[in-house]
Nanobody, 115 residues
Framework: QVQLVESGGGLVQPGGSLTLSCAAS????????MGWYRQAPGKQRELVAS???????NYADSVKGRSTISRDNAKKTVYLQLNSLKPEDTAVYYC?????????WGQGTQVTVSS
């Protein structure tokens, strides 16, 4: 059974930073496009950042310039570093793995930005 396990969320002050991790139990992890999504209360889930198997990345405009997505294929883990956090970054952050017609979601980790 495939599992994606996110960690690293929590309460952080505005302007702070944190790094989210997603560990995947995927046999062919390196072939998957990995993405971070977030869902704030009352809003639709949205893409934050993604990284393809070849390493190319894509970012939402709302986090561009203050976030970095990376992956470690040997550890089967994808990371999301978020800097200069704002209250509007508060959401549940989800990890997703995509390959062909298969996709998997993690259970999510809460990020709250508040003073």
């Amino acid at each position: 059974q495939v599992q994606l396990v996110e960690s690293g969320g929590g309460l952080v002050q505005p302007g702070g930073s944190l790094t989210l991790s997603c560990a995947a139990s995927l046999i062919s992890f390196s072939m998957y496009r990995m993405g971070w999504y977030r869902q704030a209360p009352g809003k639709q889930r949205e893409l934050v950042a993604s990284i393809r198997s070849g390493g190319s990345t894509n970012y939402a405009d709302s986090v561009k310039g203050r976030s970095t997505i990376s992956r470690d294929n040997a550890k089967k883990t994808v990371y999301l570093q978020l800097n200069s956090l704002k209250p509007e970054d508060t959401a549940v952050y989800y990890c997703k793995a995509d390959f062909s017609s298969s996709y998997y979601w993690g259970q999510g980790t809460q990020v709250t930005v508040s003073s």
